[in-house]
């Protein structure tokens, strides 16, 4: 009988081991979202995260509680809300941007836990967070959001051919930026071009920013995912207008603002493949330590005639005609 008893209850477990695996857990699962500031990019990439996890199944008020840190660009905050995400015990943090990858890092790097999901990271290994695809802590995965600046610069001597000397402003203190920044001056020089740069602390320097640009006598401004260039993105167009400078990023986000066109990373594909990432972990089909990190490659061409001609520029037709998006204002 007891042998009977047993065997029986081995036969439960594993039943309901393996409803489980199936769905998604009956118990909450917490989720700390954390990003250094707020723009349309990261936005995207954050709605992505969270209708990735509403079509698993996962609902807020059921099954799911997301709770959400934004620095407002402020590191030192940022700090605070990832040791509040491990204070709190969440199951999961989703970082968004590369300060908040390295702030949730240096809070879990002693425990190890929770683990992290990351995004909205030009490039994981200039951060000090992982060495290759495949050698990063063991708690931390996501995928590369590397900007396609070559493509984007190729881009600007289409549109404008007589184009010499490009602009390009960053905030020194962005990881993320300071690579992006010497990618483009390597691009730069294989192309013929000079690029100037003006860097910058907050976003309220900006627009003393591009206007320096301006007099040093640039044919046109390149920007890039730089998250202070993003978040105050309005001040460069301006100048970009009033001076009848291209402006041309490296963001499918910017063009709605008032880039005349871009060669970029779709934010919202990026965050959907993030929370591809995050429902696999939480079902249990994922292993973060034995997984790879993977480069997004979801680019969009997106043009905006309209914000061209504030720059006194014109799309060449055929360019027009091969966007992925245009932007009608």
């Known amino acids: 009988m007891l042998k009977k008893f047993a065997v029986l209850l081995v036969l439960l477990v594993l039943v309901g081991v393996s409803c489980q695996s199936a769905e998604p857990k009956d118990e909450k699962v917490v989720v700390g979202m954390m990003t250094i500031v707020s723009h349309p990019s990261l936005d995207a990439i954050q709605q992505g995260v969270k209708d990735k996890l509403a079509e698993a199944g996962y609902v807020e008020g059921e099954n799911l509680e997301i709770i959400e840190g934004n620095a407002e660009g402020d590191m030192a905050t940022l700090n605070t809300i ?20 390295q702030a949730a890092y240096n809070a879990t790097k002693d425990a190890e836990n929770p683990p992290i999901i990351f995004n909205g990271v030009s490039n994981p290994y200039a951060a000090g967070i992982a060495n290759a695809p495949d050698d990063h802590p063991a708690w931390v995965l996501g ?5 396609p600046v ?10 404008k051919p007589t184009t010499q000397t490009l602009g390009l402003i960053y905030n020194p203190a962005e990881a993320n930026s300071v690579y992006l920044a010497e990618l483009a001056q390597d691009e730069a020089g294989k192309m013929g071009l000079t690029l100037e740069v003006a860097t910058v602390s907050n976003s309220s320097e900006l627009q003393t920013a591009a206007e320096a640009l301006a007099a040093r006598g ?28 291209l402006l041309v990023g490296t963001s499918a986000s910017m063009p709605p603002r008032g880039a005349a066109a871009a060669f970029g990373i779709d934010p919202y594909q990026e965050g959907l493949d993030s929370g591809n990432l995050l429902v696999s972990f939480l079902k249990g089909d994922l292993d973060l330590a ?3 990190i ?36």
Do not use: C
């Open 150 to 159: 070559a493509e984007a610069m190729a881009l600007i001597k289409e549109i």
């Open 143 to 147: 995928n590369q959001l590397l900007d």
């Open 290 to 292: 034995s997984a790879e």
């Open 218 to 245: 640039i044919d046109a401004f390149l920007a890039i995912s730089d998250n202070t260039v993003t978040s105050g993105f309005e001040a460069i167009v301006q100048v970009a207008n009033d001076n009848d400078l």
């Open 82 to 101: 990832a040791q509040q995400f491990v204070d709190e015990g969440v199951d999961v943090i989703v970082a968004t941007t590369t300060p908040a990858l």
């Open 294 to 329: 993977q480069i997004q490659d979801a680019v969009l061409l997106t043009v905006n005639p309209a914000a061209a001609a504030e720059q006194n520029a014109t799309l060449p037709q055929e360019l027009v005609d091969k966007a992925d998006s245009i932007i009608e204002e």
